[in-house]
């Protein structure tokens, strides 16, 4: 969760979903957004769509009747679309308000199982962002590789503390993701050097670079591995996807240390039943400068076949 956007949590949500289903995980991808950027980066019609996530926490439909399903082999979404931005008013005076979603979703996943269930959240610490902390065990945080990129941290555990304390649920941030790194720079290495000081191994080693690819494939309604599957960026999302899988779900929640200043950062949250939990440009593809140390190293990303299509709206 982040104040600021653009620092690649949608970008994260959608790809690492799309590298964790590659590598046969069912993921659901929930987009809990007003811009509904996670949906139209799908190619979801989202004017089309009746049923939404502003309808689920509304109680006006269901998980199962609001999902499209298998929008790509393994992924399922649950869409978002503009109305949600009146989502916070209308939740405002409700008992419970922030365990809305927690609620809404507890059915369907029990019936359908899904191995991940990612949200990708707005760019504030509102009742939508609450809600997706709720109904979630773990915390990605994309953390963008420049000047800023701990201001904001403190805020941000704050607000884990406070879930934790207050509401009695168990939340932990399991994972760092070093985001628009730029391996030409020393500012872009020594950020992720000073991430690694703070938060040790709960960053990642897969780092995802800054990409005209990734910044591209959106506009196409397309995953990375759809538009580019042989792309810097594909290889970054299938070396965090492995490293996700090889970490597992959370241990016990840790006591959140302090943080100097304030962070840039966003999350993408995995749901309750779910195994586990987005600068400057890059250089050409082809011919990338040398890594640091624990830079993501080039690795074989999965080609995914399916073609994307335009997702149509609900019946």
Known sequence: MNQKGGVGKTTCAVNAGAALAARGQRVLLVDMDAQANLSLHLGIEVHRLERTVYTLLLGQST???????DVRPGISVLPASIDLAGAEVELAGRIGRETVLRAALAPFLGEERFDFVLLDCPPSLGLLSLNALV?????????????????GMSRLLDVVELIRGRLGHTLEITGIIPTLYDSRTNL???VVSEIARYFGKKVYKALIHSTVKLAECPSHGKTIFEYAPGSRGAKDFDKLAREILRRGPPGPPEGAAAVPGRAEAAAAASAPGAAGAAGAAEPAEGAEAAEPADAAAAVEAPHCPHAAERVPAQP
């Open 135 to 151: 109904a979630a065990r773990e915390v990605f945080i994309p953390l963008q590789t420049e000047f800023f990129a701990l201001q």
């Open 188 to 190: 872009s290495r020594e």
């Open 63 to 69: 998980a199962r009747e609001t999902a499209l399903l």
